[in-house]
């Protein structure tokens, strides 16, 4: 039996509800900025428990305006983690900061003890990232920024409707940054991101930093470019989200079968009391990983690494790269990602089980 990493095609009926949601997009034909786009924003503050969302192109362009939008620029320093998708430290750089590496923790996300070492004059701003779908410890990763008073802004691509207690990701610091590309848990089919926050200010800024920085219609205010939401995506974003608590339990329902059943060989990525993570990817640690990967492979299971370099081990990165990440640098290599997401079938389900078993059987 395959079964794939991944698989972005659309099942029948769902594709019925998504043409049926676009037409009406043509039908009304207000392609640029069309009312689903307002909507859909609306939805997402409500969900996250925000005040405003503003609707951009990307997670990319939402976490680079996001730090736009808090006056993060030249010579500022930002302090984020070493393990996450490039993107992170991109959107710092780009701004013309300085993206500062720390440390991470068993859990893979960002240790707020390692960023408290890192704080120094030119710190500006945390961008923790609750990598694999699992929130950061965001009590202490609060604190920690308003006692230093920096700015923290998450990145919330991999973790939308994750929650610890009552709150959920999106709904700590000032602004939170979230991809809604089709890898993600909350998939757009297309290019798609948003960005919450309950600062009218923020929410303004970046309205004007997604159409090239124009205020009143006509004024550049400040140096952007487009980053608008497309109007179909909205549609198709709308419409997912409406069944999106139960695909979140679908999710949580195949970890809790992985959890039981590979706990004694593998180290699981457990759950801390109060959080609910959505296993955007359902990373398992084993210092046999190239070996148990190639094995999976064989048996037609495909699994990932995500990924295989940290941020500041990247070409663009690794010259000049500050921090320090010490246990990031040995967990990236036992780290590999087993398929987990909401199309699995209960036989291919197994099918992982049941390899996963037999490679460790074989070997101890
Ligand atoms: C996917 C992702 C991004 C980038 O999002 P895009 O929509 O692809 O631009 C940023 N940060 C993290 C943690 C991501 O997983």
């Avoid at 990307?58 to 393990?83: C, H, N, R």
């Avoid at 979230?178 to 998939?187: D, G, Q, R």
Wanted: charged share 25%.
């Amino acid at each position: 039996m395959k079964v794939p990493f991944l698989d972005l095609s659309v099942p029948d009926a769902e594709r019925a509800e998504l043409l049926a949601a676009v037409d009406r997009v043509l039908q009304h034909g207000r392609i640029v900025m069309g009312p689903e786009v307002e909507e859909f924003e609306s939805r997402v503050a409500q969900y996250c428990g925000r005040r405003f969302a503003v609707g951009l192109s990307s997670g990319s362009d939402a976490l680079f305006m996001a730090l736009l939008a808090a006056g993060i620029g030249p010579g500022d320093e930002v302090i984020t983690t070493a393990k996450s998708f490039v993107a992170t430290a991109n959107a710092i750089s780009m701004t013309g900061a300085r993206p500062v590496f720390a440390d991470i923790g068993d859990d893979l996300n960002i240790d707020p003890a390692s960023v408290e070492a890192l704080i120094g004059d030119a710190t500006k701003a945390i961008v923790p990232v609750h990598f694999t779908g699992k929130l950061c410890r965001m009590p202490e990763l609060e604190a920690l920024a308003d006692r230093h008073g920096l700015f923290l802004v998450e990145d919330g691509s991999q973790a939308f409707g994750a929650s610890f207690g009552e709150r959920r990701c999106g709904s700590f610091g000032r602004v939170a940054a979230i991809s809604l590309n089709p890898m993600k848990v909350l998939a757009a089919c297309g290019e798609a991101g948003v960005a919450v926050t309950d600062e009218p200010e923020i929410a303004d800024t970046l309205r004007a930093l997604r159409h090239n920085g124009i205020v009143e219609r006509e004024y550049c205010r400040w140096v952007s470019l487009n980053g608008r939401l497309d109007t179909m995506q909205a549609a198709i974003l709308l419409q997912r989200l409406e069944g999106y608590d139960a695909l979140i339990e679908r999710r949580r329902a195949i970890a809790a079968r992985y959890d039981a059943a590979l706990g004694n060989v593998v180290g699981v990525p457990r759950e801390a009391e109060g959080y609910r993570d959505v296993y955007y990817t359902y990373t398992i640690r084993t210092e046999r990983r190239d070996e148990l990967a190639a094995f999976l492979a064989d048996a037609g299971i495909e699994t990932k690494i995500q990924h295989p370099l940290l941020m500041p081990q990247q070409p663009a990165y690794r010259d000049e790269a500050r921090g320090a990440y010490p246990r990031a640098e040995r967990l990236v290599k036992d780290v590999l990602c087993l398929p987990a997401s909401e199309k699995l079938s209960a036989a291919q389900q197994d099918a992982v089980i049941e390899a996963m078993q037999r490679f460790f059987a074989k070997a101890s």
